[in-house]
């Protein structure tokens, strides 16, 4: 019984994460941190003019930009803020180690059926429920293969195999549910306050997702492999909305969080 209590009170420490370190202490959110996906010799996706790595970098820095204007209170850490190649494994460390209170990946997606595919979705970490979920799991977790010795720093997962995905796909932790919860606020706020078209919550086993201690999301902003989607991602002002769009979707996940603690 006494083991039972032990085990629950650290998992209670888990979930609140270290923000709460004394145990009264109010929880709040001090740190956020913004992935931009790919870079450097990684390009990510493709359009017909532009790479996937150069979007999510302009689309990171902005976002960041707003939090730091907006929101005193939090400091903002960046995995990269140039065109520099980042393993996957450190974009988690670097979370880890500065001990942030969310982790918010920025991707942009393509689909090799078609050009007509379009819209925004926001995953989390969990079980694919479609073939679809699970392509592009392996399209961003295949990153990998660009990195020398990823099968030791990533625990013999191999991209190539349909199997890796699956197990990793079963992975759960502690931060679901306000994962979860900001995913929403994400695609909420991109559909109605930006006017994109929401293809969803969704979940996969996504590697860059796998080792974070913190609630964490990717969104992947919209299809480079459609025309009009790429004109947008590549304006200024679809990356400025894009961005407020996660800006006020993370603040209102600190504000309700904050409240209802
Ligand atoms: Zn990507």
């Not at 995913?183 to 974070?212: C, D, E, F, P, Y």
């Not at 991602?233 to 209802?260: P, T, W």
Request: charged letters at 20%; glycine letters at 8%; aromatic letters at 8%.
């Amino acid at each position: 019984m006494l083991n039972l209590v032990r085990i629950l009170g650290m998992l209670a420490f888990l979930v609140l994460g270290a923000s709460n370190d004394t145990g009264t202490r109010k929880y709040s959110i001090r740190k956020v941190i913004i992935d931009a996906g790919h870079g450097g010799h990684d390009p990510g996706a493709l359009g017909k003019f532009s790479k996937e790595k150069d979007i999510t970098l302009q689309i990171a820095l902005e976002c960041g930009r707003l939090i730091r204007k907006h929101m005193q209170d939090v400091e903002v850490i960046y995995t990269r803020q140039q065109d520099t190649f980042v393993t996957l494994h450190n974009r988690a460390k670097i979370a880890n180690k500065s001990n942030v209170d969310v982790f918010i990946s920025i991707h942009c997606n393509a689909n090799p059926q078609g050009p007509t595919a379009h819209g925004t979705e926001t995953y989390t970490m969990g079980m694919h429920t479609s073939k679809y979920n699970l392509e592009v799991a392996k399209r961003e977790n295949a990153v990998i293969l660009m990195e020398d010795n990823y099968q030791k720093n990533y625990q013999g997962f191999d991209p190539k195999l349909p199997e890796s995905h699956i197990l990793l796909s079963l992975y759960q932790n502690a931060y679901d549910y306000n994962s979860l919860k900001l995913a929403q606020n994400i695609q909420h706020q991109l559909k109605n306050r930006v006017g994109r078209v929401s293809r969803g919550v969704k979940q996969a086993g996504l590697l860059v997702l796998w080792k974070t201690t913190a609630p964490s999301v990717l969104v992947e902003v919209g299809f480079l492999t459609n025309p009009q989607e790429e004109k947008y991602l590549n304006s200024k002002l679809g990356q400025v909305h894009i961005a407020s769009g996660i800006f006020r979707a993370f603040r209102d996940y600190k504000n309700e969080l904050e409240r209802n603690s």
